[in-house]
Nanobody, 123 residues
């Protein structure tokens, strides 16, 4: 399975971006999906995750109330709507497909990774 992440860019603090992650195979619709991010010098962290039906979600405390994850299984695509962006949200964002159908909150639970998309938030 190949993943294509897109939608990153440069935005001012308070602005919004929507990231998209499209899978090459429909079978990915049976799996949970997560968005991770990695800032320079920091470990990769889970930002948000969604179960295969889209009804269950997880958010890192740092993004709760600002980010929304959703999915369109008909398009094999998962979205991350990011509002009220802060400079500390600056990172490379990666999407990944879980080994499981449910929300997966740990990195080792993911088996396929996209190439990453850069998000830069200026102050």
């Amino acid at each position: 399975v190949q993943l294509q992440a897109s939608g990153g860019g440069l935005v001012q603090a308070g602005g919004s971006l929507r990231l998209s992650c499209t899978a090459s195979r429909r079978t990915a619709s049976n799996n949970g999906v997560g968005w991770f991010r990695q800032a320079p010098g920091k470990e990769r962290e889970l930002v948000s995750a969604i179960g295969y039906r889209g009804g269950s979600t997880y958010y890192n405390d740092s993004v709760k109330g600002r980010f929304t994850i959703s999915r369109d299984n008909g398009k094999n695509t998962v979205y991350l709507q990011m509002n009220s962006l802060k400079p500390e949200d600056t990172a490379v964002y990666y999407c990944a497909i879980s080994r499981y159908s449910s929300v997966t909150s740990y990195r080792e639970g993911y088996q396929y990774w996209g190439q990453g998309t850069q998000v830069t938030v200026s102050s």
